[in-house]
């Protein structure tokens, strides 16, 4: 092979590789942002009891990490439904859907309260919770159907992202009490709205 070709090849491989890792760090930032509020609610429950034992972070992270994993599924179905009648401003849909939840956990940031959870981990008490932080990631799936993303790996990224963070979170809770929810909320809001910005920029440039 002429050495010219030769570097053209390796030129396209470094191209494809680069593209590939990009991909997996936006999946990686956006599983991150969406994480956030279920993490949040764990640094609650942290604050909730007086000794934490395996079986609360099994609880939080299996509960939380499931639901972020389940919902984007169902969200990328609904999404196929209506792919084809949008494609034309999937982009868009895109961008409004990452950049109102995310400024929606800006907003939640601000807020000075903190919030002593409940110190029940019973199915009870964690299934309202683990719905009521993952509906951002139902609409982050109806996104990703629009991008025509692989679902099944983004929704297994953000449910083990999201179950790793959640017992994190119920540690720093139960050490540091609300110090870093607000912080971590806020730096999950910014993370979706620049995700959405250059999912935007992408397909308009």
């Known amino acids: 092979m002429p050495k010219d070709e030769r570097r053209m090849v390796k030129l396209f491989n470094f191209f494809v590789i680069f593209v590939t890792v990009m ?3 936006e999946l990686i930032l956006i599983a991150i942002g969406l994480s956030m509020d279920a993490f949040a609610v764990a640094i609650g429950k942290g604050l909730s009891v007086n000794k934490i034992k395996i079986g609360h972070a099994t609880s939080v992270a299996v509960w939380f990490g499931g639901f972020q994993a389940l919902m984007p599924i169902i ?7 209506f792919a084809s009648l949008v494609e034309s401003i999937d982009h868009w849909i895109a961008f409004c859907l990452l950049g109102f939840i995310g400024f ?3 907003h939640e940031s601000l807020s000075k309260s903190c919030e002593r959870g409940n110190s029940d981990f019973s199915a009870k008490q ?5 719905v009521a932080t ?5 609409a982050v799936g109806v ?3 629009f991008l025509k993303e692989p679902i099944f790996a983004a929704a297994t990224t953000i449910g083990i992202t999201t179950a790793m963070l959640s017992a994190v979170g119920l540690y720093i809770g139960h050490a540091f009490g609300c110090r870093y929810k607000s912080k971590a909320e806020f730096m999950g809001g910014a993370v979706l709205i620049l995700i959405g910005i250059k999912i935007l920029v992408e397909h308009t440039l």
């Open 104 to 106: 929606n956990m800006i």
């Open 143 to 145: 996104s990703l159907a």
């Open 75 to 81: 969200g990328y179905f609904l999404g196929v439904s």
């Open 134 to 138: 993952s509906i951002d990631a139902l």
């Open 23 to 25: 991909g997996i760090v």
């Open 126 to 130: 964690m299934f309202p919770l683990a």
